[in-house]
């Protein structure tokens, strides 16, 4: 690069204040204790799947592994490094301090996974299980994962096979972390909080399957 007269300038670093803003790039070399975050999100649901899931997982993993589980509203599970919630600067040093990170299928939680440098190992939240009140992340979710920007989990199997092959190699699901996705953050939680305002808009007028049926009055004709 050359100023205007000519010469080359000399690039100027960043300041620190913007250097320590920007999310670091995964290193893709062996670590000596895998660290795993687990996060679950806020919503008062409880996904007792995914916490039990991962318990028993641990309980047979072998290796040194750092956990940190975000539990929600789901009872706290027998394993270090279980927190109900985590503020927002702690969440975010978690993932960057993280080789692996786990969590639902909440689009905020997927993007800031990604805009860490992760490819999130995602299990969504089933509404038939009592997980969430709608589909939202399990549409949301499938649809990444079709894409390849998660590794979508759906059952145990799945979950415990992605598991392996992190602790193997966690570069497999690292990503160029992306300092810009705080932007795709806002417009997909936006896009999602409107499906779900209009799935609870429609639920609601929805008109009533029966009604009261009476015999018209004589002299008055029966509309139909």
């Keep these: 690069m050359t100023g205007e007269t000519g010469t ?31 996060a679950v999100g806020t919503d008062k649901h409880p996904f007792d799947r995914l916490v039990d899931w991962l318990a028993q997982w641990h309980a047979h993993a072998s290796g040194p592994i750092g956990l940190t589980v975000q539990h929600g509203h789901t009872a706290a599970p027998q394993l270090s490094g279980a927190v109900p919630f985590l503020g927002h600067d702690a969440l975010q040093q978690a993932m960057i301090d993280a080789d692996l990170v ?21 299990v969504p939240r089933d509404p038939a299980r009592g997980e969430h009140v709608d589909n939202h ?14 590794a979508l989990c759906e059952t145990r199997e799945a979950l415990y096979d992605a598991l392996a092959a992190g602790v193997a190699d966690p570069s497999r699901y690292a990503v160029a972390a992306d300092p810009e996705a705080h932007e795709a953050r806002r417009a997909a939680v936006a896009r999602v909080g409107q499906i779900v305002d209009d799935l609870v808009a429609r639920s609601t007028a929805r008109p009533p399957r029966w009604r009261a049926w009476s015999r018209p009055r004589p ?6």
């Design 219 to 224: 002299g008055t004709e029966e509309i139909r």
């Design 102 to 122: 786990v969590c639902h299928g909440g689009p905020a939680t997927i993007l800031e996974a990604r805009r860490h440098g992760h490819l999130p190992i995602v």
């Design 8 to 38: 080359a300038r000399r690039p100027q670093p960043r300041p620190a204040t913007e250097a320590a803003r920007l999310p670091r790039q995964r290193d893709s070399s062996a670590v000596a204790q895998l660290r795993l975050l687990v």
């Design 137 to 150: 992340q399990l549409l949301f979710a499938r649809r990444l994962g079709a894409a390849g920007l998660v």
